[in-house]
């Protein structure tokens, strides 16, 4: 796969309209077996420094701009992303791994976050106010909050990029990207499609290089007045803590640790096949998947059979092979985790019944693992596993699975099966969450807000109230005597 055959593709970075290379390279490598796809520059302060400044200078005009303006140049750029689905996703596989038809998938639905905020952005209305004193009116309007900076992470490349990107541009703002340095060059082509669909110079720059230089700068400035972060709860700690001197606006969007529950009245194929496209779905590199599965104990011997079956059909290959069902984990310290996560069940009293070994395949590529006899006290329950492990644990009464789901510093995603209403009403209540899915294992799309609570993080990317996360709201009183 020569990349640079493909037309969308760059290895460079994008600051005021010019792609630009750097005297110190990183490489990208295939997760798939370590090969080199190419090299991206390893940029730092100064060049940080003049991206947040073409963002400034860019801001003035984009702003002024009508939003259907906004909202049609958004339209033309999700459109040559659609257009170029298969390439973007060929990119993504070859840097992240994750299977072709996934990639696709992703793909796609980061263009939906872009068609989406492209309707919104029409629809950011204001108020006008009767007030309790005849002679003052009071209008209250919604203004962009300005230059904004995206921190986003490997595992869903391009979605997490537009997630934050489109209601950025669409509120009126200007923004400065940092992707993972694993996955650079899904967020180069996208922004490339941006500057191809006529967003104007210095609006969206990008930036790969040394995370903590660009980190310091971004977090440091007093031009940058928004923080938007997907990643792990220890760095987005970190970046909030630095924004703090400057009171910057927060989006952050962290990690997971999802319960999956099964009741005794739910329907077990159902849970099972949902289970499976929770589970694996990215080789369980998913900050929404499945972490943790309580299963009722009168059911959990059946539905171990049923999602047993379903497991040992998994496909585990390279991504651009059509048949694989699972890719390569993104690095071998991924790998790490999920044996320390076995390692500690089993000598907890869990057992493997099925996978739970490195694969021939190579170092990063692990077996679809299911553990049984999980118990509360098994770090998998604790802590994200991010990646393809399944631990089944059982649980005898519903306080007793609403108090263990609720057991843990994260809360962002949940999901529940059952087929009585007055249980979905009782758990789906009580779960300290963002996000709840009923009798489904999938739960992301556009038009609803994402997001969580606790370390999990806070704001919410997608739906409606996306958009106020790129807003501030003035109020004006004027004296009409
Ligand atoms: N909630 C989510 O969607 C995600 C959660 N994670 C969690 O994070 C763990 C590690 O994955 P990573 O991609 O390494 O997440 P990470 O949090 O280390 O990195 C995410 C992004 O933050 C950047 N970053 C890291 N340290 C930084 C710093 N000091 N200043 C500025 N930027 C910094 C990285 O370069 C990347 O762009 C995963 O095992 C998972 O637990 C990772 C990806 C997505
Ligand atoms: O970071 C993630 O894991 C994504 O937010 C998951 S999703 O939005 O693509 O489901």
Redesign the pocket.
Known sequence: MMLETLSIFKNKCLINGQWLSHASLVDVTNPADGSLLTHVPFMGAAETTLAIDAAQQALGSWKLLSSATRADILLKWHDLIVKNVHDLAKIMTLEQGKPLHEAQGEVLYAASYIKWYAEEARRVYGDIIPSDDATKKIHVSKEPVGVCVA??????PAA?ITRKVAPALAAGCTIIV?????TPLTAFALIGLAQDAGVPNGVINVLSGD??K???QMTASPLVRKLS????T???A??MAACAPSIKKLSL????NAPFIICEDADLQLAATELIKSKFRNAGQ??VCANRIYVHQNVYDTFAQIFLEKVAQLKVGNGLEPSTDIGPLIDEK?TR?VIEHINDALSKGASIAIGGEVLELGENWFAPTVLLNVTQNMLCTKE?T?GPLAPLIPFSTIADVIAMANDTQFG?AAYLFSENHRTIERISSQLEVGMVGVNTGIISTAVAPFGGIKTSGMGREGGRIGLDEYLETKYVCYDMR
């Open positions: 921190i986003t992470p490997w595992n869903f997490m940092k992707p993972a340095l694993e995370a903590r660009i980190g310091v972060f997907t990643g792990s220890a760095v987005g970190q970046l969007e962290l990690g997971g998913t900050c991924a985790k994200e991010f962002l």
